[in-house]
């Protein structure tokens, strides 16, 4: 989804340096010392710091399987179920109605028997009984998907709990338990129950066994809800000339080693957890319209005219945009090619992708430009909007462009075959090989391609495994491409003026419940605060390297948080137990602050008090004055220039629970003008006025 903040940051951080330890305490008062009592942190109890990663029954449940270990890397015994889907669609702009037949064929790659099939109705989003998440508003109430008939391996199965109800109001929300209960009692047979949800299961007579498949048939229709609404998705069309559906199709919900069947609803906000499989996908629309959609047309030949074939075929042969299909090319024979019917079928194929999106208009604009994707080659960019928002797409295609080869370079290559922007009410959302976008949001929904359409995370329990590793890697794409180096410092420090809200749930909270006040900060914008902070401990060109490592090996599979903690802290060398608990566990902050500095002689003792729950390494920048005896080196000290060094005290020094810590400077004769706490901002404080001496 399109992103709520987009913050600039920088990409150089000290990497800490092994120090013997440093006596601890309140020092002696003198001329030289801050104003700022020594004692001002004796009434805080002593920290309790929790120094391993908290391990839920999910993750205990897999690591006891085998299917998830300590390393962070698919374990052997790793599995997760694959989905192929067969589908064919029409659509009725007049009614506004998708009417369709999807063949799904589950391949049971668990260890476990699958007595039920979970499925996703997010049509059901839009009935008027629907719970959603404020403030995502659906644009109109429609009657949900109506499912004409459905069946298991050829074997017709009870869809009663999907009928709608003739009562509306709290009588209609009544006959929807009523007709589920009476689905639920039925004495034998394949039975949906929960039809009228957006999560309901299909209650197997016989189960799938570990190794088998099964092939679900579904029929159905629902219609597509018009604008204006709140919140990204909740409009997929402007009147009766442009679609943009997405969630469209019934789709099998994601079962995994953590939990077995996602049963989460769908409110809105949050977003999705599927599983990958192929798509071979035909969409019946008008003669003369324009259809876009994540694959490749397998049949240009029956849908394109040949001045657009031959217009597609330079494509990849230039940077510079080509046009398709101009403005004023509307209608069969120019838009499209002719048909005897009034109507053509475009035919679209993707392998290994977890969802399926498209979109289609009576007068859609077609041009492309290319990418040269780093060790794979050219990939074709379109672009289809609509002809009186071309200033929306002007620069557009050079954005993702620039997007698809610098996201190649920082993690791994690009892995699909295309990428398309598609005009319409959602302009921020992102699917395999697809994004909802203009130019405003190109590169942040062109980082989605990496994560979760190759990375597959759970995002309606982590969104901040999409959303905010994506936040993080515009900032260096932004930066990247005006030529400038990113700035990371200052993010982490930030998050001290939110810490402690009670209000704030932790990352680790279920987003989908993470409510309307925090939920685009937590799934977004903490993330790159967090990254910031792991940059100030061991260097951001480490982060980047680890988390590349992490990319490359969960490449199209499911990683938990966990595998991401596990695995970034043996790539980084560090023990992070501490640093997870804290940002992703909970809400605190460091809140630290020069306390005192006395000099007596050669000798300068910086006390540092750390007033929050958060632990962070001690950072200091000692500014000498520009003459005066030769600076000798400390171990534990770098010279950032002639005249400033860097002297870094490890977090561990925290680990007994004191809350003050005394860092002698030993650096010659040469006087100390200032001394600063944190230069770099990477750790969160509430006040940094106090992290430098002299006030």
């Known amino acids: 989804m399109s992103s709520p903040i987009r913050t600039p940051l920088l990409l150089a951080a000290a990497v800490l340096l092994p120090t013997a330890p ?35 029954n999910a993750i205990r449940r897999a690591m006891a399987a085998g299917s998830r270990d300590s390393t962070g890397r698919p374990a052997a015994r790793y599995w997760q179920l694959r989905t192929d889907y067969d589908i064919d669609v029409s659509l009725d702009p007049g009614s506004a109605r998708l009417t369709g037949t999807a063949r799904i064929t589950v391949h049971n790659t668990s260890p476990d028997p699958l007595r039920e099939i979970g ?25 949900g998907i109506a499912i004409a008939r459905m069946s298991v391996n050829g074997a017709a199965v009870n869809i009663a709990s999907n009928a709608a ?17 009476a689905a639920a009692n039925a004495a034998a047979g394949n039975t949906l129950l929960n039809g009228r949800s957006t999560n309901a299961r299909v209650r197997l007579a016989t189960p799938v066994a570990p190794g088998a498949t099964a092939q679900l048939e579904i029929a159905w229709s629902h219609k597509l809800p018009g604008g204006p609404g709140t919140g990204h998705r909740m409009t997929q069309r402007w009147a009766d000339t442009l679609f943009q559906p997405t969630q469209w199709f019934p789709r099998v919900a994601m079962y995994d080693d953590l939990r077995g069947w996602d049963t989460e609803l769908y409110l809105g906000p ?7 499989g192929r798509y071979e996908v035909r969409i019946d629309v008008p003669a003369g319209w324009i259809v876009s959609g994540t694959g490749l047309l397998q049949n240009p030949q029956q849908v394109l005219t040949a001045k657009a074939r031959a217009q597609l075929a330079k494509t990849t042969q230039r940077d510079e945009i080509t046009t398709i299909v101009g403005p004023d090319e509307v209608g069969p024979g120019q838009s499209t090619a002719t048909s005897a019917t009034g109507r053509l079928t475009w035919h679209f ?47 557009a295609g050079p954005v993702s462009r620039h997007a698809l080869e610098f996201y190649s370079t920082l993690w791994f290559p690009y892995q699909f075959p295309q990428l398309t922007l598609q005009d319409g009410p959602s302009a921020g959302m992102e699917y395999p090989m697809v994004i909802n976008s203009n130019v405003g949001a190109a590169d942040h929904e062109t980082g989605h391609m990496w994560w979760p359409m190759v990375v597959a ?20 794409s932004d930066a990247h491409a005006e030529g400038k180096p990113a700035v990371l410092d200052g993010l982490g420090q930030s998050y001290g003026r939110t810490a402690n ?24 914008s903490k993330t790159p605060l967090m990254l910031s902070a792991l940059g100030g401990i061991v260097g951001d060109s480490a982060v980047q390297r680890a988390h590349r490592e992490f990319g490359t090996a969960w490449m199209f599979k499911h990683p938990s948080p966990w595998d991401w903690m596990f695995f970034m802290q043996r790539a980084l060398g560090r023990d992070l137990g501490w640093f997870w608990h804290a940002w992703l566990f909970g809400n605190e902050s460091v809140d630290h602050r020069v306390a005192t500095v006395v000099t007596q002689g050669i000798r300068t003792r910086v006390t540092v008090a750390q007033d929050g729950q958060m632990p962070a390494p001690i950072v200091l920048d000692v500014k000498f004055a520009a003459t005066g005896p030769a600076i000798r080196p400390m171990k534990n000290a770098v010279m950032l220039d002639a005249t400033t060094a860097r002297v870094t005290v490890p977090v561990d020094v925290w680990f007994d629970g004191r809350r003050q ?16 706490l944190d230069a770099q901002g990477r750790f969160p404080d509430r006040v940094p006025a106090d992290n430098r001496w002299p006030r």
């Open 22 to 56: 440093a006596t601890s305490g309140a020092q002696p008062r003198s001329p030289m010392a801050a104003s700022a009592p020594a004692t001002a942190a004796a009434a805080v109890p002593p920290r309790a710091i929790r120094r391993d990663i908290p391990m839920t």
């Open 119 to 143: 499925l996703r109705l997010h049509p059901n989003h839009f009935i008027g009984t629907a719970p959603h998440s404020a403030p995502w508003t659906p644009a109109e109430v429609t009657d």
């Open 165 to 181: 109800p003739n009562a509306v109001a709290a009588d209609g929300a009544r006959a929807i338990q009523n007709a589920q209960a």
């Open 270 to 276: 949050s977003e999705f957890y599927n599983a990958f």
């Open 349 to 395: 194929v993707a392998e290994n992708v977890n969802d399926f999106a498209w979109a289609t208009a009576k007068q859609y604009v077609w041009q492309t430009t290319r990418a040269t994707i780093p060790g794979k080659g050219v990939v074709p960019v379109h672009m289809v909007y609509l002809p009186g928002r071309a200033g929306l797409y002007a620069k």
């Open 457 to 476: 995370n759970n995002e309606t329990w982590y969104g901040w495994m999409d959303e905010g590793f994506n936040q993080y890697m515009n900032i260096l």
């Open 501 to 524: 809200n009670e209000a704030e749930p932790p990352m680790m909270w279920n987003a989908n419940y993470a409510g309307p006040q925090f939920y685009g900060f937590t799934t977004y």
């Open 661 to 676: 810590h005394t860092v002698e400077l030993v650096f010659g004769g040469r006087r100390i003008e200032m001394v600063t």
